[in-house]
């Protein structure tokens, strides 16, 4: 019986370069915490790069050079890669490829160079603490990150590890689910796990109080929402009523029939032209972290209502571009998606999103004047794709009674990029 292929790794760099550069995680325990293959590599080390306390933690094995963390960081990510070729130990906090430093040198070094050794990282020593399914639970890092990014993670009865960056985050995180609606929520607050000034405190949110927190916390929620809480369906088609916007949004059936036909694929770019309140663009960010979005619009406050709503709606990451299309989408990266719900009618907005798409790009177009919709037909009749037409009735008072009100209809133009 003939064996399986084995592929042929002769002409691979990866394959050729052994290990050179070691990621170490280090706890709060120290050098007491580490085994014996991770002390044996530090204390042979000719250099061991890391934080102040990282270096200070395992300063009693170190006895070549310590080379703390530059400002910016990428000073020592190149002193690193310098010395690609010899042998080099890089410090970090619990798991390095968790939210740490491991995943940065990942992106300039081949994993095959990397040597890991980690150790149990924060959200791992938090469970075991509270007794907690890790699997269950939504992890997220607010570490020099904006703290709006929970907002998405606030569902009744959900537990949330959060990661803060320092010993201010436990209260504004308390203060932010006070001012959504999350007050009787239960704060747990972990400092320094597993060091010697490790402590664990419970808390109501809307009545936290907690002074002189360590730096190094964690805080656990276990959420409560009270009747007038912001909870953020995981459906598209959220709630107008939950976006600011001055009328121009793209109404709530519609915009989910749109997010179906934009179809959302992990860590694509959308460019939402015209985007008026933001809604599709948040939406679109909404569906998973990965996703990435450029708001443009025209008008300066409608821009800076964008901002806003992207906030309040857990996704900061959303890039408000303020111009007129075409003008404003010179030099923007490049789209997977294209979404045009405002000026698609002004001359040359479509044939510059239509330029834009990489070949296997989407362009969905909603049109609810003739002059767009002519538009859409025409680019139709040129180019294929489909077109839908959306129409939308909502029961009303009719006098005594109660009738069908129709609201505008929407003609809608999907096409892929040959």
């Not at 916390?217 to 598209?236: H, I, K, P, Q």
């Not at 303020?322 to 000026?343: S, Y």
Request: a neutral charge; proline letters at 5%.
């Amino acid at each position: 019986m003939r064996g399986l292929p084995v592929a042929d790794m002769s002409n691979s760099v990866s394959a050729m370069v052994a290990p050179w550069l070691t990621v170490i995680g280090i706890g709060e325990d120290g050098v007491a915490g580490l085994g014996d293959e991770a002390k044996r590599l530090i204390a042979a080390a000719p250099v061991v790069f890391g934080g102040v306390r990282h270096l200070e933690l395992a300063a009693s094995l170190i006895h070549g050079e310590s080379e703390a963390w530059q400002s910016p960081f990428e000073k020592s990510v190149e002193a690193i890669v310098s010395r690609r070729g010899s042998p080099v130990v890089v410090l970090a906090s619990g798991d390095p490829f968790l939210y740490g430093v491991g995943a940065t040198l990942a992106r300039r070094i081949d994993a095959s160079e990397i040597r890991t050794i980690p150790a149990p990282s924060a959200f791992s020593l938090a469970a075991s603490r509270l007794g907690w399914a890790l699997q269950e639970l939504a992890t997220v890092s607010l570490h020099g990150r904006p703290l709006d990014l929970i907002r998405p993670h606030l569902q009744p009865g959900a537990r949330i590890l959060a990661l803060t960056s320092d010993e201010n985050g436990p209260n504004a995180l308390a203060g932010l689910l006070g001012e959504c609606g999350f007050g009787q929520s239960r704060l747990t607050v972990l400092e320094a796990l597993g060091g010697e000034r490790e402590r664990v405190s419970r808390h109501l949110a809307s009545s936290f109080t907690l002074e002189k927190v360590n730096a190094l916390n964690l805080c656990a929620v276990e959420v409560v929402a009270d009747g007038s809480a912001r909870v953020l369906s995981l459906a598209g088609g959220r709630d107008d009523s939950l976006f600011e916007h001055d009328g121009q949004i793209t109404k709530r059936e519609v915009r989910a029939l749109t997010l179906s036909a934009l179809a959302p694929r992990k860590g694509e770019l959308l460019w939402d032209i015209g985007a008026g309140s933001g809604s599709i663009a948040i939406e679109w960010m909404l569906a998973d972290p990965a996703m990435r979005a450029i708001a443009v619009e025209a008008s300066p406050e409608r821009a800076a209502r964008i901002g806003r709503n992207a906030a309040r709606f857990g996704v900061p990451g959303l890039s408000v571009v303020e111009g007129q299309a075409p003008d404003a989408l010179r030099g923007l990266a490049r789209p997977d998606v294209i979404f045009i719900g405002g000026g698609g009618s002004e001359t040359g907005v479509m044939e510059a999103a239509v330029a834009a798409l990489p070949a296997g790009g989407r362009l969905v177009a909603n049109a609810v004047t003739t002059e767009m919709e002519a538009v859409l037909i025409a680019h139709h009749a040129r180019l294929g794709g489909s077109l839908v037409r959306i129409d939308i009735a909502r029961a009303a008072p009719v006098g005594t009674m109660t009738g069908w009100r129709p609201a505008m209809p929407v003609t809608q133009w999907s096409w892929v990029k040959a």
